[in-house]
């Protein structure tokens, strides 16, 4: 079997010399890969071209509908993918990760589009006065790069690496150009089939490539995005080449790092944090067959229970079963091919200068199912560096398989020194079940590590682990790996959008962002807000309400009422030294009479209000005083139906701006109402 590239619209057999692709379990020739002959100028061209325009069209809303349509099309079909994923060397819980770990990627960013706004593009922020008079303000929006994201991934994770990425672009409007590493290409191709053959995507939002992509980057423009995940030195060249500096591509790198795990001073042997160090450092060096950026490769505990982890450690390695990874029992697969191992026991070699093996073997493994001389099959190792600042081998070596190095240290001052010995990685963690040790630890050691877990018993259950990055959290490292960010929820989606400061009256900042500013040209309507359907109301349409004096009894009647008797507004006598002048009003009375004031009481489109933002009390309200509301349509966010028997509606936020006789706003805040639509179809 010859695999495919997908270019142009095209899938594509690559001509020329074919790289074999083997099973990491057996031995066998699976079949093989090229991309000579691709045209990879062209490639980028037609993703800008084609795939961008229609990408950039469609709203958040609409883009987060078609990333779920995706991710469930593609759950219909995940056990084909499973069955090519044991090639790998995975196991079920391994293939898990990486399949239904990557489509949860898809689902994830999905729901940011109810968070990013009905437009195709993201207006970042507040709006920022600039005048004095309010005539001139300041905004930021965030449009879609008109370019193309480059993703060259790693061997380790062929589904989860792509989709992780894919997602985050696609939410941005920016189509892509994949390539996964050639040795586990041949999963990444059976899952992009089914996207091609799904029609879900617009055209031209997905092209990949399975054999070599050496000159591609010659083609980058300033409006692409590239991103690499796999080796500290490979990404160090890529980031260096000529087109990335002379055209400023944004380049995010997520390398592999030397990412620690840490045993709390308090985590002593027969403590529920000493029982899960144990078993996540087992499940670190074994999942993925230690293939992974994420796995902790040093592993620190205190010097006076070194001896008791190592046993434990030693334990715990020693009950799982390796070998072919679709038999039963079988916990622990193959590394991905012959070169890994390789490549795995060279840099074992070197760790060896300052440590010793204490579990484990470089040179035999008992496997079941399977024959280990045909397979990329190892041991875990586990290996022993008694002084850490002598040998420093072991934050400077990564052995990307089942090794890690155990080493001890004397206290948690000394424990966040030696994590920063590896120069920056992508994740630590400690286990304690003592809060100040967990603020000591991430106070001094955040500034080196992209991520940090505090494990102990109390979130055991519903933790995710050392090594699993979030689709909704930051994924990435300063240093050695990398110094860039992935995912993130909307902080991933940013790496794909410009962000441009808009500067001019503020009705033309709400005609551009369509979100009211104050200050704006407002519609004041005929009729109320309240009796109009969401495809009736228009940003800036607005009703000015009826006037309300405030009184004292107003005050005496909402304490009363509330039993707020703060001193401010029930006692005269104690304002001495404050800010106020009289008894005031409270700030919730306020509110809440605005809301008597601007709500069309009988039954129309509005369906509830269920929420408000951005409540601020500005002026003090005296008895004497009268206050007055312009109530004015701030946003509208459409919403989809979840069932065809559900009430097509969207969001509109409202902004209540309530003042007093002199004009000047006294309190303001935005609501959010559910209205129903005209069209029942939607």
């Not at 091609?196 to 980058?220: F, N, R, T």
Request: hydrophobic fraction near 40%; glycine fraction near 10%; charged fraction near 20%.
């Amino acid at each position: 079997m010859q695999l495919q590239n997908y270019t142009c619209g095209e899938w594509v057999a690559g001509a020329g010399k074919q790289s074999e692709l083997v099973d990491a379990v057996s031995g066998e020739l699976i079949g093989t890969t090229s991309s000579t002959g691709l045209d990879f100028g062209r490639m980028l061209a037609y993703g800008r071209e084609v795939g961008g325009p229609p990408l950039r069209k469609m709203t958040f809303p609409e883009r987060g509908r078609m990333l779920k349509a995706l991710a469930l099309y593609l759950m219909d079909r995940k056990e084909s993918y499973y069955e090519l994923s044991y090639r790998t060397g995975a196991t079920k819980a391994d293939s898990w990760v990486d399949i239904e770990g990557g489509i949860g990627n898809l689902f994830a960013n999905a729901s940011l589009r109810r968070v990013l706004g009905n437009m195709p593009f993201y207006v970042d922020g507040d709006a920022i006065k600039t005048s004095k008079g309010g005539t001139f303000i300041g905004h930021h929006i965030m449009v879609p790069k008109e370019g193309v994201a480059v993703h060259i991934n790693a061997f380790n994770f062929p589904i989860w690496g792509m989709l992780e990425k894919v997602a985050v672009n696609w939410m941005a409007g920016v189509p892509a150009v994949v390539k996964p590493a050639t040795v586990t290409s041949y999963l990444t191709e059976a899952m992009v089939k089914d996207i091609v053959a799904s029609g879900i995507l617009p055209e031209g939002a997905l092209q990949l490539i399975v054999g070599s992509a050496e000159g591609l980057l010659d083609h980058v423009m300033h409006q692409d995005v590239v991103t690499f995940t796999g080796s500290a030195s490979t990404g160090r060249m890529l980031k260096k080449h000529t087109r990335i500096v002379d055209e400023s591509v944004p380049f995010n790198m997520e390398a592999d790092s030397l990412n620690a795990i840490v045993l709390g001073p308090d985590a002593t042997p027969g403590t529920e944090e000493f029982d899960l160090f144990i078993k996540e450092v087992g499940k670190e060096m074994t999942l993925k067959c230690g293939q992974r950026c994420t796995g902790a490769r040093r592993i620190l505990v205190p010097q006076n229970v070194l001896e008791d982890v190592q046993i434990a450690i030693g334990k715990r390695l020693g009950g799982t079963v390796i070998g072919d990874p679709r038999v039963d029992g079988v916990r622990m697969g193959a590394l991905a091919g012959q070169t890994q191992r390789n490549e795995v026991k060279r840099a074992l070699d070197e760790l060896l200068k300052g440590s010793q093996i204490v579990y484990g073997s470089a040179d035999s493994v008992d496997v079941k199912g399977a024959d280990a001389s045909k397979g990329a099959f190892m041991s875990p190792i586990l290996l022993l560096n008694a002084d850490p600042w002598k040998n420093q081998q072991s934050h400077n070596v990564e052995a990307f398989g089942p090794v890690s190095t155990l080493m001890p240290y004397t206290d948690i001052d000394d424990a966040v020194a030696l994590t920063k010995l590896g120069k920056g990685s992508l994740c630590a963690s400690i286990a304690t079940y003592d809060e100040k040790v967990a603020q000591q630890f991430v106070w001094g050691a955040a500034s080196h590590h992209g991520r940090m877990l505090i494990l102990n018993r109390e979130m055991a259950k519903e933790n995710t682990g050392h090594g699993s990055p979030l689709a909704t959290l930051v994924h990435g490292g300063p240093g050695r790996a990398g110094g860039g960010e992935e995912m993130g929820g909307k902080r991933g989606v940013m790496h794909y959008l410009q962000r441009t400061a808009i500067q001019g009256h503020p009705s033309t900042i709400t005609a551009i962002t369509q979100q009211y500013q104050q200050g704006a040209r407002m519609n004041i309507t005929k009729q109320h807000t309240f009796r109009m359907h969401f495809e009736e109301l228009h940003v800036g349409d607005t009703v000015i309400t009826d006037i309300h004096p405030v009184t004292l009894q107003d005050i005496e009647d909402f304490a009363h009422l509330s039993g707020d008797k703060f001193y401010a507004h029930m006692d005269a006598n104690s304002l001495e030294g404050t800010i106020f002048t009289g008894r005031v009003a409270h700030g919730y009375f306020i509110l809440s009479r605005a809301a008597g004031l601007f709500v069309d009481p009988p039954k129309g489109p509005v369906l509830l209000n269920y929420g408000l933002d951005e409540c601020r009390f500005v002026k003090p309200v005296y008895p004497g005083m009268t206050i007055q509301v312009r109530f004015t349509v701030k946003e509208k966010v459409d919403q989809e139906k979840r069932t065809p028997e559900d009430v097509a509606k969207g969001i509109v936020k409202f902004l209540v701006d309530v003042f007093d006789e002199t004009g000047e706003t006294v309190a303001i805040a935005t609501i959010l109402t559910m209205v129903k639509k005209l069209d029942q179809s939607l």
